[in-house]
């Protein structure tokens, strides 16, 4: 039973225009998020994260929103550059266990 | 900021070779490290829970025995699977954290493959 779900594999958009990540989970107990950042054979880079006590945070161009009633969560990349594409990975972890349960990823490409 | 290093990248080996994998935290002391595997195209599946001076949680479907994890100091934990075979090839990845619900930094992961 996937926990953290990415519907969207792929997302191509422009230089310059927003980007928008989408995740959803079904664990009303996850209480942290995050999202994370991946080339081929390396490791996820951390971006940004939120706590289910807040609804935005943002951080440069990049903005995490939760939405707690919809169990859903996006991340904004805005002005999207070139080196933004990657995979991006959004993960849900509940308590202090800090197991982190990742989405299945979405792969982002930004043309120039 | 923080760094976590993981050595080999790369490891071919033949059949029934035991492998080792280390993860380390290079500027700060992680009290708790975790390890991941990916499949192609697939999500990070959390494999075990590595704290400091006591025996790693591992994740339902992992074999322990297959799969050992030794956390000896704050700044090292080690992977070692066992008597590899070809199925045990994948993407294994470390992660640390310094404290409770902070970020879990990744190392850059070691890719297996058994022949």
């Known amino acids: 039973d996937q926990q953290v779900k990415q519907n969207s594999p792929s997302l191509s958009v422009q230089e310059g225009r927003i980007s928008i990540l989408n995740c959803d989970y079904t664990?009303?107990?996850?209480?942290?998020f995050l999202w994370y950042k991946k080339y081929p054979a390396e490791g996820p880079t951390f971006l940004i994260s939120?706590?289910?006590?807040?609804d935005k945070n943002e951080d440069g161009r990049f903005t995490v929103f939760l939405n707690k009633s919809a169990k859903h969560l996006s991340l904004h990349i805005v002005p999207s550059q070139p080196g933004d594409s990657a995979v991006y990975f959004c993960?849900?972890?509940?308590?202090?266990?800090?197991?982190?349960?990742f989405g299945t990823g979405t792969l982002l490409a930004v043309q120039p | 900021g923080a760094v976590v290093s993981q050595h080999p990248s790369r490891v071919i080996c033949k059949s029934g070779t035991s492998v080792k994998i280390e993860c380390r935290s290079l500027?700060?002391?992680?009290?708790?490290m975790f390890w991941y595997r990916q499949f192609p195209k697939q999500s990070l599946m959390l494999m075990a829970t590595?704290?400091?001076?006591?025996?790693?949680?591992?994740e339902q479907g992992v074999e322990k025995d297959k799969f050992l994890i030794n956390h000896a100091s704050l700044t090292l934990s080690t992977l070692t699977v066992t008597s590899a075979h070809p199925e045990d090839s994948s993407f294994y990845i470390c992660?640390?954290?310094?404290?409770?619900?902070?970020?879990?930094?990744f190392g850059d992961g070691t890719r297996l493959s058994i022949l």
């Open positions: 992660s640390a954290i310094l404290d409770t619900n902070q970020p879990q930094h």
């Open positions: 664990n009303s107990m996850f209480d942290y």
């Open positions: 939120i706590s289910s006590i807040k």
């Open positions: 993960a849900a972890s509940m308590g202090a266990t800090n197991k982190l349960i």
């Open positions: 500027d700060f002391q992680a009290t708790t």
């Open positions: 590595s704290n400091e001076g006591s025996k790693a949680t591992y």
